[in-house]
């Protein structure tokens, strides 16, 4: 079966070449749709390249070592962590050199994953680094793209009020803003403003070099509250539209370097342009830079915070669903809940940006700056410590800890054919796919006994609500075996970690949902109340497992992958989730209580008549809230 794909761009945009991408190869088609791959990934057709020129080790790869960026930018040689409030960012001699494509030889050099920072500003400064490098070596044009969703204009303020540090850092630009060079083509630095939401606004007509121009620009940027983020088509769009300024001379040496800087708080509506913007900004060598937020782990979607923008309205926090993930191409987190457990419905940071805009960075040689304002390695974070306009992350890992975990940035066919190779990936990555669709319900655990028939029928229909849990759980166990010999052959920290937290976590929730069943079938044959007056059973969870050894043998079997997560990935996302799988036992026990059946009404409050209703009104009137509105689409 052949897929076709259309590669329409958006509605200002000019036609594209080719409009349609043939995908050819049955075999692979199969592959890719056996493992759900989105379909906007398909039609990956680049293979990626392996080693980079300058790499170290055979990949280059960059990662902050600092929660927190310093107001000043400064790049020394690497250095050991200290714990200081506002530590100076410290790179490491990779970042140094591969950090960015050669522009003199078009060799494309690997880009960095995952820059941590707290803000917008601390990205900014190591952006003025890169561009001083490419100043260096020849003449620059900074394209900065800009999402018009409401909730970047924080952001967008943010680079709007630091344009005159950086220009001033880069001395290019007097600070009245006026052009210190005669001809505009001999400027050293231009740049541009563009908008890009549903469509692309190009908000400076043509590259400047005046300070004043560029900030108008940003901040005469309109919003766009469609909810689509056209990023991909955006980014090839603006990388054919400045091809002109890399060879405009008839030797072979580019006349300017082409830096493209993206500033969003999503993962982008359109990833099927992924492969499509990586080779045009490959074909004229232009580096993409995104500071973007940090994916959530093993998940799409988060919460994000909104406070209207508007003082007008009322400005309560309200919260909306966003897309920022997933950090992978495709899900490697299985998704499971019992017995109360809320851990898969609280968001944790993956310690990388979305897939597709991350891997458009490392393709291209820029960076990734995964930005969030409450970032803090040491604690969980607060749901009431989270800054309008982002997502509530409760807990974030140093970047160094997370390093040897980075995902595989390389196309659909290439991360399908890695999958396949290892029967532990397969199955991982198949188990993670079900369970997304399959939620797994709640389990009862409080049982009033008022009569004998009452009580049995109550056991009963929780019984059943737990058969029907345990095929899920099951389908999802065979799954995983499957792929149980192939697990010591895996080498990568990332798989193996992922597998172990898969096959403990999954074990875990088959002993409880079994024992489950078990123990309320046992109940209904008699229980009997040491304490007359009690009235009530309540299951509890429990280190003991009393119905059977084989399911005392498969406790013992979950708790070793649980285990293993925690000793051998400890700091990362993964042993955050076993170790909180571990805290509720595996085991049940009755407990007994007593329920008072005639409780008393509570007491009515009072009306209060004293006041004439008239007052009343003219009170309401007085203290009548600001209207409120709800978020716009995210």
């Known amino acids: 079966m052949a897929l076709l794909v259309a590669l329409g761009l958006l509605p200002t945009f000019t036609p594209a070449e080719p409009a349609i991408v043939l995908v050819s190869s049955l075999t692979t088609v199969e592959k890719v749709e056996q493992f759900n791959v989105p379909e906007e990934f398909y039609f990956s057709n680049q293979p ?58 078009n060799v494309a050099v690997k880009g960095a994953a995952g820059e941590g920072t707290t803000g917008a500003a601390g990205a900014i400064d190591r952006l003025t680094h890169e561009i001083l490098l490419s100043l260096e070596e020849r003449k620059t044009l900074v394209v900065w793209m800009f999402d018009q969703t409401a909730s970047l204009i924080p952001q967008r303020q943010a680079i709007h009020d630091r344009f005159d540090k950086i220009y001033e850092e880069l001395g290019i630009i007097e600070a009245s803003g006026a052009s210190a060079f005669a001809k505009h083509e001999d400027a050293p630095l231009l740049s541009s403003v563009v908008a ?115 003082p007008n309205y009322d400005q309560s926090a309200q919260w909306g669903v966003v897309d920022q993930g997933p950090e992978s191409l495709m899900l490697e987190r299985i998704k499971l809940g019992f017995s109360g457990q809320q851990e898969d419905e609280i968001a944790i940071d993956s310690g990388f940006g979305p897939y597709a805009l991350t891997r458009l960075c490392v393709e291209t040689g820029g960076i990734y700056f995964a930005v969030h304002p409450n970032r803090d390695v040491r604690r969980r974070v607060t749901r009431g410590e989270v800054d309008a306009f982002s997502s509530h992350l409760q807990y974030f890992f140093d970047p160094e800890t997370m390093r040897p975990y980075r995902p595989e940035y390389v196309s659909a ?76 052959k895996e080498e990568t920290p990332r798989w193996r970690a992922g597998y172990d937290l898969a096959m403990g976590r999954v074990l875990a929730v088959k002993v409880r949902t079994e024992g489950y069943n078990q123990i309320l079938a046992a109940a209904k044959r008699g229980l009997k109340f040491k304490e007359p007056k009690n009235n ?22 979950a708790k070793m992958y649980l285990n293993r997560v925690i000793k051998d990935h400890p700091g990362t996302p993964w042993a955050l989730l076993a170790e909180r799988e571990l805290k509720d036992p595996l085991g049940w026990k009755w407990k007994e209580e ?40 995210l």
């Open 413 to 488: 066919r290439e991360y399908v054919d890695r999958v396949k190779k290892n029967a532990a990936r397969s199955s991982l990555v198949e188990a993670a796919s079900r369970s997304q669709i399959d939620q797994m319900a709640e389990a009862r655990l409080r049982f009033v006994k008022r009569e004998e028939g009452e009580f049995a029928a109550a056991l009963t229909e929780a019984q059943q609500s737990a058969a029907a849990l345990e095929p899920k759980i099951n389908t999802l166990f065979e799954l995983l075996k499957n792929g149980e010999a192939d697990r010591d």
């Open 536 to 557: 009530t059973w309540v299951l509890a969870p429990s280190e003991e497992i009393t119905v059977g050894s084989q399911m005392v043998k498969m406790a013992e079997r």
């Open 48 to 105: 990626s390249i392996e080693v980079g020129a300058n790499s170290v080790g055979g990949e280059a790869m960059a990662l902050s070592e600092a929660p927190i960026v310093s107001e000043v930018s400064v790049v020394p040689q690497h250095a050991d962590v200290t714990d200081t409030p506002n530590p100076e960012i410290e790179i490491n001699n990779i970042v140094a050199v591969a950090s960015g494509l050669h522009f003199n030889k």
């Open 196 to 310: 890009f939401g549903q469509s692309l606004t190009l908000m400076t007509k043509k590259p400047t070099d005046s300070l004043d121009e560029l900030k108008q620009a940003v901040k005469s940027i309109p919003n766009d509250n469609s909810g689509e983020e056209h990023v991909f088509s955006a980014v090839r769009e603006i990388a054919k539209t400045y091809a002109e300024y890399r060879y405009q001379t008839q030797s072979q040496e580019p006349d300017r370097n082409v830096m493209i800087v993206v500033f969003t708080d999503e993962a982008g509506s359109d990833e099927r342009m992924l492969d499509e913007t990586v080779k045009m900004c490959r074909r004229w060598t232009m580096p993409v830079y995104v500071v973007g937020v940090p994916a959530p782990f093993g998940r799409r979607e988060t919460m994000m915070k909104w406070v209207d923008p508007d």
């Open 594 to 633: 007593f329920t008072d059946l005639n409780p008393p009404r509570n007491a009515v409050a009072a009306v209060n008549n004293n006041v004439p209703a008239a007052a009343n009104d003219r009170k309401a009137m007085l203290n009548r809230p600001p209207p409120k509105r709800p978020p716009p689409k």
